[in-house]
């Protein structure tokens, strides 16, 4: 079997378009989408992800403000920035790029943002209420799982979910979101024991590590619905390019379906920060 591909950039493309009548009528009301990203440090991929998020808010109509600050930043100035953006009408989103230098207190950075304008959804009010199944802001990378898997018509329901990776931001929502999609959900993380075994019971396995080609065809149900959320640079020596947590060549033999990476969860994962951010807008707009 060979896998049909889950193209990540034409669905972003299709909601993004769609996207454009709804900030258009955001804005003739007076409510036009603003987003402000702040980026502390000078991480190349960090500046990648935040001028490719600058560029699609652009795209879409959305007001878009970029603060820079450099990696000496202390925590006082980058709290006194949040609580300026917090009380800013014309900023409805406020997104801190992580990781943040070392000296910097994450969580509280994080907890600073007004829960409302949190449209990466790493608020504990938001993720509380993630889990408790009434979600506000979803994060984005696993939201864009959710989308992907919707509009490929994969009802999570009675099916087994393993998710490799527990992090707050992709592997632990993911699990809360097909959970309440009524999966069977296992979480497996760098102590599982026997991670194969139950990766291969997976009908939808989804990969979110953060190591070069991981999950191999040995791992994968034949059938499975396979979800590369990894980003990983590849040294010169093996050409530098961008490659998935799986290895796709050979577990695109064994899948139904699968995302590849560039341009699998990537882009979905920036579709749904501008949705978060004009679903923000809208709630202002109707406050
Ligand atoms: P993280 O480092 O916070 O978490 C990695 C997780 O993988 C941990 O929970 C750890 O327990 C698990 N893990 C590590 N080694 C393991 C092993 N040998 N066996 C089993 N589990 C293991 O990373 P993250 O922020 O969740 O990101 C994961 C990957 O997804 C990275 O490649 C990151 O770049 C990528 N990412 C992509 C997007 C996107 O838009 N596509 C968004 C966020 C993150």
Redesign the pocket.
């Known amino acids: 079997m060979v896998a049909r591909l889950i193209d990540g950039k034409v669905l972003a493309d299709e909601l993004r378009a769609a996207f454009k009548t709804r900030v258009a009528a955001l804005t003739a009301r007076g409510h036009c989408p603003g987003l402000a990203v702040i980026l502390a440090g000078e991480d190349p991929a960090s500046q990648v992800y935040v001028r490719n998020k600058v560029n699609a808010c652009e795209a879409a109509g959305i007001f878009s403000m970029k603060i820079d600050f450099p990696p000496n930043v202390s925590q006082e100035t980058l709290l006194a920035k949040i609580t300026e953006l917090n009380g800013d009408p014309a900023i409805h989103g406020i997104l801190v790029q992580l990781p943040l230098p070392r000296h910097i207190d994450e969580a509280a950075v994080l907890e600073a943002i007004a829960p409302e304008k949190d449209v990466d959804g790493f608020h504990a009010v938001n993720s509380g209420a993630l889990m408790q199944g009434q979600p506000r802001f979803i994060p984005c990378?696993p939201y864009g799982v959710m989308k992907m898997l919707e509009a490929n018509r994969i009802d999570p329901a009675g099916k087994e979910a393993v998710i490799?990776?527990?992090?707050n931001?992709?592997?632990k929502p993911m699990a809360l979101l097909l959970l309440g999609a009524s999966a069977t959900v296992t979480v497996?993380?760098?102590k599982?024991r026997d991670?194969a075994a139950h990766a291969r019971r997976a009908d939808i396995l989804v990969a979110?590590?953060?190591?070069p080609r991981?999950v191999t065809a040995d791992m994968v149900k034949p059938g499975a619905v396979v979800i590369d959320?990894?980003?990983?640079r590849l040294p010169p020596e093996e050409g530098g390019k961008l490659c998935g947590?799986v290895d796709f060549e050979s577990v695109k033999e064994v899948a139904s379906l699968i995302t590849p990476v560039p341009g699998g969860?990537?882009p979905m994962?920036i579709t749904m920060l501008l949705a978060n951010t004009i679903e923000a807008a809208q709630r202002r707009a109707e406050a």
């Open positions: 990378t490799i990776g527990r992090s931001i992709v592997g497996c993380h760098s599982t991670l979110a590590i953060g190591k991981f959320v990894g980003i990983n947590d969860v990537g994962t």
